[in-house]
């Protein structure tokens, strides 16, 4: 899990008066998925797991749990891919904050 949705994860659970015991850690959705098909407890994970999860592991969505993720997309300006520069100016119709561009 990304670090600042890490923070905000502890933070949404430690608002909500859950306090978590952090035994073990996962990189990736997939390395979740796994340790805890393997037994290791209880984790949070993103909604796109679910294509990928055993069939021993539960997921169930967090009702009133809603953490804000921004995502940006980034490109080199010197790549002249022509199916990029149409997903660039799909991107680009969509609105723009905090951008130097």
């Not at 098909?37 to 949070?44: P, T």
């Amino acid at each position: 899990m990304a670090p600042l949705l890490y923070d905000r994860v502890l933070a949404a659970c430690n608002a909500a008066g859950v306090t978590l015991n952090i035994v073990q850690e996962g990189n990736s959705p997939t390395t979740i998925l796994s340790l805890v098909a393997g037994g290791i407890g209880l984790s949070f994970t993103i909604a796109s797991a679910a294509r990928t999860k055993p069939d021993t592991v539960v997921l169930r969505e967090i009702e009133g749990l809603r953490i804000k993720i921004d995502f940006f997309a980034i490109w080199r300006d010197d790549n002249k891919l022509p199916a990029l520069h149409k997903l660039i100016e799909v991107v680009r119709k969509q609105p723009a904050r905090n951008l130097r561009r």
